[in-house]
């Protein structure tokens, strides 16, 4: 029997990467990066360069384009593969992450007419500038006792569909009722290869409050926010929800030429990033937590039964593996509070030492920090860099760093960033642990692990959990993949389910991360002056960093 393959594609904060697998064993042909021509658009407007307002973050829909048509054919070639072996592709998305389009699915955006409003841009996920109306949203959601919101944990997040697309109507309605409709980047994505707009059930469910049963919010829930709003379900978000592995359509004569495949190949429903992650390293039963970490942490857990969970992102039945409740929550910034402090705030001697060592800054810094014993900086940190998705939801709160004197060292600044993330997801262990969920085991993927191991040994020692790595370096692409292998289905040389591939196709490696007993007791103790801190800043004993925030917004607007 000839090999065949699946192709999953990465789209994340920076860049998008393809991933060639073989399908009998998961293994990795060829992996190609593209980065994202036009970054994140978070300071000015391509083309006119008007001035972004603050927590505003956009991208550029050709940037995706790009990723396909050299990321794709790179790995068919890089490989030497016939393309007709690859018989089925499958993406993966940050989320949520939006655009509007016209009746012809083309973004406003391309529309010269609205290219210089920034609302017509793709409103990327950690776009922040909608927590007003995330504010009003819950708010409304709970005086009116609306039943989803127990199913997001008590409140929607300003990175989530509906605050997106009240944003876009209350500050540009014209660019409101010229889109046709809202579609995440994935399934604008995935449409541009098939030909047709398909909705995934996993970017709707965790990010736009759909559910299987009841559907999104409802027409007197949304009319309550705004009587513009009233039918944006019906209107703007319309259109099938696919549940994932569903093949959306066929890759078209055009795309394929430009992708390097063959056309009809078999193209999955898009799906959310860090989710795509679960099944490839073989999580596909509950009591096993999967850290998807990168820029920030995506955390993601079955259950066999909906139960509500303080601060959690959202429960969704079928989110991540058919057959159970798919819970997420998260941290908004982790990997970059890291690069803020490389890139804004370290010495230059740091750098230059780097340099010399022939270290890149994270590399040195790692080194030294490893030298330091847990607690030895006398530093404590609130990692909210970019706000706290949970177990606060609140993207208004931002970081702190307590102890600083006169001979703070660079790298114990740095391993306090850890260890406040670190601290971050234990305080979302334990929200699970309370809402009756277990947590067995933790898996971890994402660029991270691979590139920070005190990371890792501290995420254990915080946590007081083993920890099992994933194989890959591009997991959620190779889960992506998966999908598209399921997509085609096993009558094709694919599989007919999720579980049946991750049997096949998920490696984590061999080597884990296992608690160091005398750090698991200094981080017991940082912990509980952590958490101190969490609720005086974070439960409104003093919010302070708000009223900064307002301080800062009056000025900046004088
Ligand atoms: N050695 C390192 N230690 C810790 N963080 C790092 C290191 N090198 C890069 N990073 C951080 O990793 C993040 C990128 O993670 P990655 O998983 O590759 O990307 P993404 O989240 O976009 O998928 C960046 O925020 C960067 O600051
Ligand atoms: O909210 C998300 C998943 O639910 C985002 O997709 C995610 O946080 C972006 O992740 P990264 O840039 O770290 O890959």
Redesign the pocket.
């Known amino acids: 029997m000839t090999q065949k393959y699946a192709i999953g594609v990465d789209f ?2 920076e860049s998008g990467r393809a991933v060639l697998v073989r399908l009998s064993d998961g293994t990795e042909a060829a992996e190609h990066v593209t980065p994202y021509r036009h970054h994140v658009i978070d300071e000015r407007l391509p083309e006119t360069g008007l001035k972004l307002e603050h927590d505003w973050a956009l991208q550029h829909p050709r940037d995706y384009i790009e990723v396909l048509e050299r990321s794709v054919p790179a790995v068919v070639r890089a490989s030497g593969i016939d393309p007709a072996e690859v018989i089925g592709l499958g993406i993966d998305f ?2 949520c992450t939006m655009l509007p389009v016209d009746k012809a699915g083309r973004p406003l955006c391309f529309d010269p007419a609205f290219q210089a409003n920034p609302h017509s841009w793709v409103k990327l ?1 950690k776009h922040h500038a909608a927590q007003a109306e995330a504010d009003r949203i819950n708010e409304i959601a709970a005086a009116r006792g609306e039943r989803f919101l127990a199913r997001y944990g008590g409140k929607l997040s300003s ?1 989530w569909m509906l605050a997106k697309a009240w944003q876009i109507l209350n500050e540009a309605p014209d660019i409101y009722d010229a889109a046709d409709q809202f579609v995440e980047a994935a399934d604008w994505t995935v449409a541009q290869m098939t030909g047709v707009i398909v909705r995934n059930s996993c970017s709707a469910g ?1 990010k736009a409050a759909w559910h299987r049963q009841e559907g999104y919010p409802s027409r007197e829930f949304l009319g309550a926010l705004d009587p513009r709003l009233a039918d944006m379900a019906a209107t703007k978000l319309r259109g099938d929800v696919l549940p994932l592995g569903t093949k959306a359509g066929e890759l078209t004569p055009d795309m394929a030429a430009r992708m390097g495949l063959a056309a009809g190949t078999a193209i999955a429903v898009g799906n ?3 989710h795509a992650a679960v099944p490839a390293v073989g999580v596909v039963t509950p009591g096993r937590l999967v850290m ?1 970490m ?3 942490v ?1 955390h993601m857990l079955l259950g066999a039964e909906e139960k509500p969970i303080e601060g959690l ?1 959202g429960v969704v039945e079928d989110g991540i593996v058919p057959g159970y409740y798919g819970y ?1 929550a ?1 941290q908004a910034a982790v990997g970059d509070i890291f690069a803020w402090y490389v890139d804004e705030a370290v010495p230059a001697y740091v750098a230059e030492a780097a340099r010399d060592e022939g270290l890149n800054v994270h590399e040195w810094l790692e080194k030294r920090a490893s030298g330091l014993k847990a607690g030895e900086s006398g530093l404590l940190a609130l990692d909210w860099w970019n706000g706290n998705r949970s177990v606060l939801a609140d993207a208004n709160l931002t970081g702190t760093i307590l102890g600083l004197t006169l001979l703070t060292k660079p790298q114990e600044v740095y391993r306090a960033l850890l260890e406040a993330t670190a601290f971050g997801t234990r305080k979302i262990i334990e929200a699970f642990l309370r809402g009756g969920l277990a947590v067995d085991e933790l898996y971890a993927c ?1 660029g991270l692990p691979q590139k920070n191991r005190l990371l890792m040994q501290i995420y254990a020692d915080v946590t007081n959990r083993e920890i099992k790595v994933a194989a890959s370096k591009q997991t959620t692409a190779l889960g992506a993949a998966m999908f598209g292998a399921v997509a085609a289905g096993a009558a094709k040389g694919g599989y007919d389910g999720i579980v049946d591939a991750a049997a096949a196709m998920a490696r984590v490696r061999e080597e884990t991360f296992r608690p160091i007993p005398a750090n698991v007791a200094v981080y017991d103790k940082l912990y509980a002056e952590y958490m101190l801190l969490h609720d005086y800043f974070g439960r409104g004993a003093n919010d302070v960093m708000k009223r900064l925030k307002a301080i800062k917004e009056e000025a900046g607007s004088r």
């Open positions: 994340g904060t940050t989320a996920w990175e965790y959310v990033d860090a998807t990168g820029t920030s995506c992102c997420e998260g994402g």
